[in-house]
Protein backbone atom coordinates (compact mmCIF):
# COMPACT_ATOMS: atom_id res chain seq x y z
CA UNK A 1 0.00 0.00 0.00
CA UNK A 2 1.56 3.19 -0.93
CA UNK A 3 1.63 6.59 0.88
CA UNK A 4 -1.25 7.91 -0.73
CA UNK A 5 -3.76 4.99 0.24
CA UNK A 6 -2.31 4.92 3.61
CA UNK A 7 -2.93 8.77 4.36
CA UNK A 8 -6.33 8.34 2.75
CA UNK A 9 -7.70 6.03 5.27
CA UNK A 10 -6.45 8.58 7.86
CA UNK A 11 -6.28 6.08 10.77
CA UNK A 12 -3.73 6.20 13.70
CA UNK A 13 -0.19 4.58 12.91
CA UNK A 14 2.30 3.18 14.86
CA UNK A 15 5.82 2.64 14.29
CA UNK A 16 7.50 0.27 16.15
CA UNK A 17 11.33 0.05 17.05
CA UNK A 18 12.92 -3.82 17.35
CA UNK A 19 12.94 -3.57 21.23
CA UNK A 20 9.48 -3.13 21.43
CA UNK A 21 8.80 -6.34 18.95
CA UNK A 22 11.20 -8.40 21.03
CA UNK A 23 9.18 -7.28 23.89
CA UNK A 24 6.07 -9.24 22.78
CA UNK A 25 7.63 -12.48 23.66
CA UNK A 26 10.98 -11.44 25.50
CA UNK A 27 11.80 -13.64 29.55
CA UNK A 28 8.62 -12.95 31.35
CA UNK A 29 9.70 -13.39 34.60
CA UNK A 30 11.84 -9.76 34.39
CA UNK A 31 11.05 -7.15 37.41
CA UNK A 32 9.41 -4.78 35.14
CA UNK A 33 7.20 -6.91 32.90
CA UNK A 34 3.85 -6.70 33.96
CA UNK A 35 0.47 -8.30 32.67
CA UNK A 36 -1.06 -5.00 31.29
CA UNK A 37 2.29 -4.90 29.05
CA UNK A 38 0.90 -8.01 27.34
CA UNK A 39 -3.14 -7.04 27.14
CA UNK A 40 -2.12 -3.85 25.71
CA UNK A 41 0.00 -5.44 22.95
CA UNK A 42 -2.98 -8.14 22.23
CA UNK A 43 -4.96 -4.70 22.24
CA UNK A 44 -2.44 -3.54 19.38
CA UNK A 45 -2.48 -5.98 17.41
CA UNK A 46 -6.65 -6.98 17.35
CA UNK A 47 -6.90 -3.47 16.37
CA UNK A 48 -4.39 -3.94 13.28
CA UNK A 49 -5.75 -6.86 12.51
CA UNK A 50 -9.31 -5.20 12.48
CA UNK A 51 -8.26 -2.59 10.74
CA UNK A 52 -8.47 -0.17 13.24
CA UNK A 53 -4.81 1.13 13.23
CA UNK A 54 -2.24 1.20 10.55
CA UNK A 55 1.28 -0.11 11.78
CA UNK A 56 4.73 0.77 9.83
CA UNK A 57 7.63 -1.32 10.23
CA UNK A 58 11.17 0.13 8.89
CA UNK A 59 13.11 -2.54 6.52
CA UNK A 60 15.98 -2.01 9.18
CA UNK A 61 13.61 -3.38 11.85
CA UNK A 62 12.95 -6.74 10.06
CA UNK A 63 16.74 -7.23 9.58
CA UNK A 64 17.32 -6.97 13.23
CA UNK A 65 14.08 -9.07 14.60
CA UNK A 66 15.34 -11.82 12.19
CA UNK A 67 18.94 -11.64 13.60
CA UNK A 68 17.53 -11.38 17.31
CA UNK A 69 14.21 -13.61 17.48
CA UNK A 70 15.36 -16.96 18.27
CA UNK A 71 17.95 -15.86 20.44
CA UNK A 72 15.23 -14.28 22.92
CA UNK A 73 12.75 -17.38 22.52
CA UNK A 74 15.22 -19.18 23.85
CA UNK A 75 16.14 -16.93 26.84
CA UNK A 76 12.52 -16.62 26.97
CA UNK A 77 12.30 -20.35 27.19
CA UNK A 78 14.87 -20.58 29.57
CA UNK A 79 13.96 -18.09 31.78
CA UNK A 80 10.23 -20.05 32.60
CA UNK A 81 11.99 -23.29 32.98
CA UNK A 82 14.06 -22.01 36.00
CA UNK A 83 11.53 -20.42 37.52
CA UNK A 84 9.56 -23.91 37.31
CA UNK A 85 12.57 -25.29 38.82
CA UNK A 86 12.41 -23.28 41.45
CA UNK A 87 9.22 -23.53 42.57
CA UNK A 88 8.84 -27.53 42.14
CA UNK A 89 12.09 -27.10 44.82
CA UNK A 90 9.89 -24.77 46.48
CA UNK A 91 7.44 -27.00 46.47
CA UNK A 92 9.32 -30.18 47.64
CA UNK A 93 10.71 -28.24 50.60
CA UNK A 94 7.06 -27.30 52.18
CA UNK A 95 6.35 -31.25 51.21
CA UNK A 96 8.76 -31.86 54.03
CA UNK A 97 7.03 -29.62 56.63
CA UNK A 98 3.49 -30.76 56.53
CA UNK A 99 2.20 -28.98 53.05
CA UNK A 100 2.52 -31.62 49.73
CA UNK A 101 0.25 -29.50 47.93
CA UNK A 102 1.61 -29.98 43.80
CA UNK A 103 1.40 -26.53 41.67
CA UNK A 104 0.62 -27.44 38.07
CA UNK A 105 3.06 -25.32 36.00
CA UNK A 106 1.51 -26.92 32.23
CA UNK A 107 0.06 -23.44 31.23
CA UNK A 108 4.05 -22.06 31.09
CA UNK A 109 5.20 -24.49 28.73
CA UNK A 110 4.25 -23.34 25.73
CA UNK A 111 4.20 -19.42 26.40
CA UNK A 112 6.46 -18.03 24.35
CA UNK A 113 5.08 -20.09 21.15
CA UNK A 114 1.64 -18.55 22.28
CA UNK A 115 3.29 -15.21 22.18
CA UNK A 116 5.42 -15.34 19.14
CA UNK A 117 2.21 -17.05 17.22
CA UNK A 118 0.21 -13.66 17.97
CA UNK A 119 3.31 -11.65 16.94
CA UNK A 120 3.04 -13.22 13.48
CA UNK A 121 -0.71 -12.20 13.35
CA UNK A 122 0.68 -8.55 13.90
CA UNK A 123 3.13 -9.56 11.41
CA UNK A 124 0.83 -10.34 8.74
CA UNK A 125 -0.77 -6.44 8.68
CA UNK A 126 2.80 -4.30 8.93
CA UNK A 127 3.42 -2.41 6.11
CA UNK A 128 7.76 -2.42 5.08
CA UNK A 129 8.75 0.76 4.99
CA UNK A 130 12.09 0.90 2.51
CA UNK A 131 14.45 3.88 2.86
CA UNK A 132 15.29 5.99 0.09
CA UNK A 133 18.91 7.46 -0.84
CA UNK A 134 17.83 10.64 1.14
CA UNK A 135 16.87 8.60 4.21
CA UNK A 136 20.03 7.04 4.17
CA UNK A 137 21.67 10.14 4.14
CA UNK A 138 19.93 11.66 6.80
CA UNK A 139 20.66 8.79 9.17
CA UNK A 140 24.20 8.96 8.21
CA UNK A 141 23.75 12.98 9.34
CA UNK A 142 22.33 12.05 12.45
CA UNK A 143 25.68 9.57 13.10
CA UNK A 144 28.04 12.17 12.44
CA UNK A 145 26.55 15.17 14.29
CA UNK A 146 26.46 12.65 17.43
CA UNK A 147 22.09 13.61 17.71
CA UNK A 148 20.10 11.17 19.27
CA UNK A 149 19.53 8.47 19.40
CA UNK A 150 23.23 8.56 17.94
CA UNK A 151 25.47 8.45 20.67
CA UNK A 152 29.27 9.02 19.98
CA UNK A 153 31.40 6.00 20.54
CA UNK A 154 28.70 3.45 20.24
CA UNK A 155 27.60 1.85 16.80
CA UNK A 156 23.98 3.95 16.97
CA UNK A 157 23.26 4.13 12.57
CA UNK A 158 20.81 1.12 12.75
CA UNK A 159 18.94 2.73 15.15
CA UNK A 160 19.42 6.29 13.40
CA UNK A 161 18.26 4.48 9.90
CA UNK A 162 15.09 3.30 11.75
CA UNK A 163 14.05 6.84 13.21
CA UNK A 164 14.93 8.32 9.93
CA UNK A 165 12.77 6.25 8.05
CA UNK A 166 9.81 6.64 10.38
CA UNK A 167 10.48 10.68 10.41
CA UNK A 168 10.13 9.98 6.57
CA UNK A 169 6.46 8.05 6.87
CA UNK A 170 5.36 10.83 9.29
CA UNK A 171 6.08 13.55 6.97
CA UNK A 172 4.73 11.23 3.96
CA UNK A 173 1.85 10.84 5.70
CA UNK A 174 0.81 14.01 6.71
CA UNK A 175 1.40 15.69 3.49
CA UNK A 176 -1.23 13.09 1.84
CA UNK A 177 -3.97 14.51 4.65
CA UNK A 178 -4.16 12.16 7.42
CA UNK A 179 -4.35 13.90 10.65
CA UNK A 180 -5.00 10.79 13.23
CA UNK A 181 -2.58 10.05 15.74
CA UNK A 182 1.31 8.75 14.53
CA UNK A 183 3.40 7.31 17.73
CA UNK A 184 6.33 6.06 17.58
CA UNK A 185 6.95 2.55 20.11
CA UNK A 186 10.30 1.67 21.50
CA UNK A 187 10.72 0.46 25.06
CA UNK A 188 14.72 1.64 24.73
CA UNK A 189 14.02 4.91 26.65
CA UNK A 190 17.85 5.46 26.86
CA UNK A 191 18.07 6.76 23.35
CA UNK A 192 14.68 8.98 23.63
CA UNK A 193 14.53 10.11 27.17
CA UNK A 194 16.73 12.41 29.03
CA UNK A 195 17.98 11.52 32.80
CA UNK A 196 14.48 13.33 33.54
CA UNK A 197 12.36 10.92 31.40
CA UNK A 198 12.12 14.17 29.42
CA UNK A 199 12.19 13.59 25.31
CA UNK A 200 15.50 14.37 24.49
CA UNK A 201 15.23 18.23 22.82
CA UNK A 202 16.52 16.54 19.07
CA UNK A 203 13.73 14.24 19.14
CA UNK A 204 11.23 16.56 20.24
CA UNK A 205 12.29 19.24 17.55
CA UNK A 206 12.70 16.21 14.60
CA UNK A 207 8.76 14.80 15.96
CA UNK A 208 6.98 18.17 16.10
CA UNK A 209 6.29 19.38 12.49
CA UNK A 210 4.96 15.72 11.98
CA UNK A 211 3.07 15.62 15.36
CA UNK A 212 4.83 12.33 16.00
CA UNK A 213 4.53 11.21 19.62
CA UNK A 214 6.77 8.98 21.66
CA UNK A 215 5.55 5.91 23.49
CA UNK A 216 7.98 3.81 25.67
CA UNK A 217 5.49 1.34 26.51
CA UNK A 218 2.37 -0.45 24.62
CA UNK A 219 0.49 0.60 27.30
CA UNK A 220 1.24 3.95 26.48
CA UNK A 221 0.83 4.08 22.69
CA UNK A 222 -2.54 2.02 22.75
CA UNK A 223 -3.29 5.31 25.02
CA UNK A 224 -1.80 7.87 22.58
CA UNK A 225 -3.68 6.35 20.16
CA UNK A 226 -7.02 6.86 21.34
CA UNK A 227 -7.84 3.02 20.92
Request: glycine share 6%.
Amino acid sequence: MDDVQLASKNLPTLCIDTCSILDVFRDPTRDAVRASDGKAYLSLIQASVDGRLSCLIAQQVQIEFALHDQRIQDEAAKAIERLRKQFVKLSEITAVFGSPNEIDFSHLDDHVDRARANLERWFATFHSLLPDAQTEARAFGRVRGNRAPAQRGKDTWQDCMILETYLEAGRLLRAGGNTAPFIFLSSNTLEYFTQARILKHEIAEDFGPSLIQYAPTAGAALHALGL
